[in-house]
Antibody, heavy 119, light 108 residues
């Protein structure tokens, strides 16, 4: 069955960096667009980044543009989110999710990785 | 950005109750709306897409309706497994995609 497992979260100081990974299984990863969504404490969900097949097109929310970099390794069925210059407001649970049919419907999500930015 | 206003934020109900959750979009999104269920510490689970299409394997007590700017998720007879948080998601092309704030369904 489809599984998405995030890893790499943790506690980091403001200005620091973290790299999140999302390991995919149960489907042909290279055929799917993928995205990252986050949820800050007590807040709603926020879409932050999205990548097409082959990494040809990548979108970022304004809130992370220039600080976060999304990439994929189809050979390893993995998605990566490099997060630099982290701020307190980046504290959230980060979810990776699969786009079902390139129509932006997120049909499978991982359980999330906690990122805490605090001094 | 398209804003999604979901109501209520919390709903107290009993097993067997009919439950309705509403999501309003700040502009026309046609039928590009999905509903998800999320339990604490778990991944969101897709229930409904294209406003009214039931995802495979989802019980038929769940239904969705609406188009344009107003949408509804209905649970016809609430079951113990349904106590969770529900949220809507508009995916009307790259707008960017936005979500409702969520509705927590609690035991009355």
């Amino acid at each position: 069955q489809v599984q998405l497992v995030e890893s790499g979260g943790g506690l980091v100081k403001p200005g620091g960096s973290l790299r999140l990974s999302c390991a995919a299984s149960g489907f042909s990863f290279s055929d799917y667009y993928m995205g990252w969504i986050r949820q800050a404490p007590g807040k709603g969900l926020e879409w932050i980044s999205y990548i097409s097949v082959n990494g040809a097109t990548i979108y970022y929310a304004d809130s992370v543009k220039g600080r976060f970099t999304l990439s994929r390794d189809d050979a390893k069925s993995s998605l990566f989110l490099q997060m630099n210059s982290l701020r307190a407001e980046d504290t959230a649970i980060y979810y990776c999710a699969r786009d079902r049919d390139r129509g932006y419907l997120l049909d499978y999500w991982g359980q999330g990785a906690q990122v805490t930015v605090s001094s | 950005d398209i804003q999604m206003t979901q109501s209520p934020s919390t709903l107290s109900a009993s097993v067997g109750d009919r439950v309705t959750i509403t999501c309003r979009a700040s502009q026309n999104i046609n039928y590009w709306l999905a509903w998800y269920q999320q339990k604490p510490g778990k991944a969101p689970h897709l229930l409904i897409y294209k406003a009214s299409i039931l995802e495979s394997g989802v019980p038929s007590r769940f239904s969705g309706s609406g188009s344009g700017t107003e949408f509804t998720l209905t649970i016809s007879s609430l079951q113990p497994d349904d106590f969770a948080t529900y949220f809507c998601h508009q995916y009307n092309s790259y707008s960017p995609w936005t979500f409702g704030q969520g509705t927590k369904v609690e035991i009355k």
